[in-house]
C-alpha cells in the first residue's frame, strides 16, 4: 500500500454569499485521507463539518461555492494510468464529476428518509444508481441490489427490495442508505452523522456494519460527528475543526491521550465518565458558536478559551503548524508569536 493519499484537501474555503455577507462555512481546511483508512472529523453543530464533504462531492448548494483551495483525488484514468484530479476546478454539473460522485466517493446521509424518493421502492432506486455507473442490465442490477441488502443486513431482502422507504424503520433505512452507497464499490465513502437520528443500540450495529464493511473492502472512510466515542470507536485520525477551520489534526490515541487545542481538550471534558463522582455536573464548553456574520478577529476560538492570551489570540490567527511527525495544532500556546498570521 503506497503512503501517498487517496484525497488530499488543500486550504478548502467553501463561502455561502447573502444578501448580509459572507458566511465562510469552511475558511482554509486541510486534511489527507489515506487508503483503507478512517478519518473522523469532529466538532459543534457549525464547524463546516458537513460543508466540507458537499464540498469535496461538489453538490454544495447556492448561494454556496467552493472560492479557493484544491480538492486533489488520487485515480486511475481509463489507460489504467494513476495520477490525480481536482474536484475543486471540475464543473459541478460536469460528466466528469457526475461519475466519480456516487462511483468513486460515496455519501451516506444523516437523514436518509430526505435522502430517498417516497414515491419509488428502494430496489428502484439502488438499481438506477447501479445503471448509472455500471454497463449492466436491469436483472442483474436487481440482483446485484439484493446482494447488497444481505450484505448490509437486511432481512428478507428478495422481499424488502420492492418496499418504500416509509415501510423501513430508521435503522433498515439507514442499512439500506449504506447498501446505496457501496452499490458502485467507491474507493471512498463518507459517512455525515450516520448514527444520530438511531438509538444506541441501532447505533453500535450500524458502526459495527461499516467497520466490517470497510474490512472486507479496503476502502476509506470519512465519518463526520459530533460525538466523540464515535471516533474514538472508528477513526484512524482525527480532524478537529472550528468555525470552519481545521485547529487540530492527528493519529486517534495521540489526540485522545494527548490533545493541544484547547478546543478538542474541552471536548474531550464534556464526554460523561463512569469514573465521574454520582450527581456531579458535566463539564461543558464556555459561551457558543459565534453567528456567522460576527465571527470573531484572530483566532476564532478565543472568546471561549480559558487559555486566551490578551494581546495576541484577539489580534492574528494562528496557523495549523505541526507539533510532531503526526500530530497539529493551530494554537499560540505552541507556536511562537512570530509565526502569526493575520486575521
Request: aromatic fraction near 4%; hydrophobic fraction near 40%.
Amino acid at each position: 500500500m503506497t503512503n501517498s493519499p487517496i484525497l488530499t484537501v488543500d486550504n478548502l474555503k467553501t463561502y455561502f454569499f447573502t444578501d448580509e455577507g459572507a458566511v465562510r462555512a469552511v475558511d482554509g481546511a486541510s486534511f489527507e485521507v489515506h487508503a483503507g483508512k478512517t478519518v473522523g472529523i469532529v466538532g459543534e453543530s457549525g464547524c463546516g463539518k458537513s460543508v466540507t464533504a458537499l464540498s469535496i462531492l461538489r453538490i454544495v448548494q447556492r448561494p454556496g461555492r467552493i472560492v479557493e483551495g484544491a480538492i486533489r483525488l488520487r485515480r486511475a484514468d481509463a489507460s489504467g494510468k494513476r495520477g490525480e484530479v481536482d474536484l475543486a476546478s471540475l464543473d459541478p454539473e460536469g460528466a466528469e464529476i457526475r461519475a466519480i460522485r456516487g462511483g468513486e466517493i460515496a455519501l451516506v446521509f444523516q437523514e436518509p428518509m430526505t435522502s430517498f424518493s417516497p414515491h419509488y421502492t428502494i430496489g428502484n432506486q439502488i438499481v438506477e444508481t447501479i445503471q448509472l455507473h455500471q454497463a449492466v442490465g436491469k436483472a442483474e442490477a436487481r440482483s446485484r441490489t439484493i446482494e447488497l441488502l444481505r450484505m448490509v443486513g437486511i432481512p428478507r431482502p428478495e422481499r424488502r427490495i420492492d418496499e418504500y422507504p416509509f415501510e423501513l424503520s430508521g435503522g433498515l433505512r439507514q442499512r439500506v442508505m449504506i447498501a446505496m452507497a457501496l452499490s458502485c464499490n467507491p474507493k471512498i465513502l463518507i459517512a455525515d452523522e450516520p448514527t444520530t437520528a438511531l438509538d444506541v443500540t441501532t447505533q453500535a450495529q450500524i458502526l459495527d456494519l461499516l467497520r466490517d464493511i470497510q474490512a472486507r473492502t479496503q476502502m476509506s472512510v470519512i465519518i463526520i460527528t459530533h460525538d466523540m466515542g464515535v471516533i474514538a470507536e472508528m477513526a484512524d485520525d482525527v480532524i478537529v475543526m472550528y468555525l470552519g477551520r481545521v485547529v487540530e489534526s492527528g493519529p486517534v490515541d495521540e489526540i485522545f491521550h494527548a490533545p493541544k487545542h484547547p478546543y478538542t481538550q474541552a471536548l474531550l471534558r464534556s464526554i460523561p465518565s463512569i469514573f465521574a463522582e454520582p450527581r456531579s455536573k458535566l463539564p461543558t464548553i464556555a459561551g457558543s458558536i459565534p453567528h456567522p456574520h460576527n465571527r470573531p478577529s484572530g483566532c476564532p476560538f478565543h472568546p471561549r478559551c480559558a487559555e486566551a492570551m490578551p494581546g495576541l489570540c484577539e489580534r492574528h490567527a494562528p496557523q495549523l503548524l505541526p507539533l510532531s511527525p503526526s500530530q497539529k495544532a493551530s494554537c499560540f500556546l505552541y507556536h511562537e508569536p512570530e509565526e502569526v498570521a493575520p486575521a
